[in-house]
């Protein structure tokens, strides 16, 4: 049983455009949510974090949002560019303890 | 380099026979984490290692997986009689401790013929 899902294997957008990314889960025990960026053969890289005492957290052109009452999460990417090319994945843990990991969303911008 | 090494990068195997994989984590980094990604599959968890801790197997998913790590440093996952399943890129990953940003390696290849 997926505790963290990501329903959207892929998502294009134009160059310049936001991107949101979506990721719900069910564990309600859950407190940190991370989002990685994985380019194709490499190692997934840490983007951004959030935890359940807070609704947003924005670092440059990445925001997460997180409403807890929902169990939903979104990560918006403005401006969109092509080197954001690459698949997310969303985790999350329980204080901050393992993650568990969604399947990710191939990102496609185009040019 | 100062990342997360692992190695091999790739490994071709046959069924059956045994594999080891190695991961070095970053200097210092007294948390290790081994994953897997199957194809179209996410990142699953295998086992976790916190300093001198008992490490956390929880997610192995039989017992022809094993790790081991030597102190603070080398990990090395060994994958008995492998199984065509067992095809995925393991990724090893390394954070200062608990609570602390994860750091992957860029995974090991595994594919079981």
């Known amino acids: 049983d997926q505790q963290v899902k990501q329903n959207s294997p892929s998502l294009s957008v134009q160059e310049g455009r936001i991107s949101i990314l979506n990721c719900d889960y069910t564990?309600?025990?859950?407190?940190?949510f991370l989002w990685y960026k994985k380019y194709p053969a490499e190692g997934p890289t840490f983007l951004i974090s959030?935890?359940?005492?807070?609704d947003k957290n924005e670092d440059g052109r990445f925001t997460v949002f997180l409403n807890k009452s929902a169990k939903h999460l979104s990560l918006h990417i403005v401006p969109s560019q092509p080197g954001d090319s690459a698949v997310y994945f969303c985790?999350?843990?329980?204080?901050?303890?393992?993650?568990?990991f969604g399947r990710g969303t191939s990102l496609i911008v185009h040019p | 380099g100062a990342g997360v090494s692992q190695s091999p990068s790739n490994k071709v195997t046959e069924k059956g026979k045994d594999v080891e994989l190695r991961c070095d984590p970053i200097s210092g980094h007294t948390a290790l984490y081994w994953y897997r990604q199957r194809l179209g599959q996410g990142l699953e968890f295998l086992i976790y290692?916190?300093?001198?801790?008992?490490?956390?197997k929880s997610g192995l998913p039989s017992d022809r997986f094993s790790a081991e790590r030597t102190g603070e440093s080398v990990s090395t996952l060994t994958i008995q009689r492998t199984q065509q399943e067992d095809s995925a890129v393991y990724l090893c990953?390394?954070?200062?401790?608990?609570?602390?940003?994860?750091?992957f390696g860029e995974g090991s290849w595994l594919t079981v013929v």
């Open positions: 564990n309600s025990m859950f407190d940190y």
């Open positions: 290692f916190q300093g001198n801790s008992a490490p956390d």
């Open positions: 959030i935890s359940s005492i807070k």
């Open positions: 990953a390394s954070s200062l401790g608990w609570g602390n940003t994860i750091y």
């Open positions: 985790a999350a843990s329980e204080g901050s303890y393992i993650p568990t």
